[in-house]
């Protein structure tokens, strides 16, 4: 039960690194995100505001969709707002898809990521990804 508990609540990086990033790093990281290999912009709306956000991420396409790392746990904002919205856009490689049934997955392996990925992921405690579905 204590497990599950932590489970819910991780975060590996430090919430004031989040800040600093949204408001600084994600800018430049923005500029390239949807073209860098390993690298996408998630476009999800605000489950208040409804507002549309752009948020760059670290993510890994499978056969069926893609896998996103989530280095600031699962109660990110931008992780929040694609559950409640049941899916988002995703920009990769110079062009968007849709992508559905969002889910996230624990795995302390993370055996779903590239090696080099793979080892820093697990240095900095992060196990969880958001799986999403896409159709093509």
Same mark, same amino acid.
């Given at each position: 039960?204590?497990?599950?508990?932590?489970? /819910?609540?991780?975060?590996?990086?430090?919430?004031?690194? @989040?800040?600093? #990033?949204?408001?600084? +790093? %994600?800018?430049?990281?923005?500029?390239?995100?949807?073209? @860098?290999?390993?690298?996408? =912009?998630?476009?999800?709306?605000?489950?208040?505001?409804?507002? =549309?956000? /752009? +948020?760059?991420? #670290?993510?890994?396409? &499978?056969?069926?969709?893609?896998?996103?790392?989530?280095?600031?746990?699962?109660?990110?904002?931008?992780?929040? %707002?694609?559950?409640?919205?049941?899916?988002? /856009? =995703?920009?990769?490689?110079?062009?968007?898809?849709?992508?559905?049934?969002?889910?996230? =997955?624990? &795995?302390?392996?993370? %055996?779903?990521?590239?090696?080099?990925?793979?080892?820093?992921? +697990? +240095?900095? &405690? @992060?196990?969880?990804?958001?799986?999403?579905?896409?159709? /093509?």
């Amino acid at each position: 039960m204590m497990e599950e508990a932590r489970e /819910e609540t991780e975060m590996p990086l430090p919430r004031q690194l @989040a800040r600093f #990033n949204r408001r600084a +790093t %994600n800018r430049v990281a923005g500029l390239i995100a949807g073209r @860098a290999p390993w690298m996408a =912009i998630v476009v999800h709306k605000g489950r208040r505001s409804g507002r =549309i956000y /752009e +948020t760059p991420v #670290n993510a890994f396409k &499978d056969d069926q969709g893609y896998k996103i790392s989530l280095t600031y746990g699962q109660e990110s904002d931008w992780v929040k %707002n694609v559950l409640a919205e049941g899916g988002c /856009e =995703i920009r990769v490689r110079g062009h968007s898809v849709t992508a559905t049934e969002p889910e996230v =997955i624990h &795995d302390p392996s993370v %055996n779903w990521a590239p090696p080099g990925i793979r080892q820093v992921l +697990t +240095t900095m &405690d @992060a196990p969880h990804y958001l799986r999403l579905r896409v159709r /093509e």
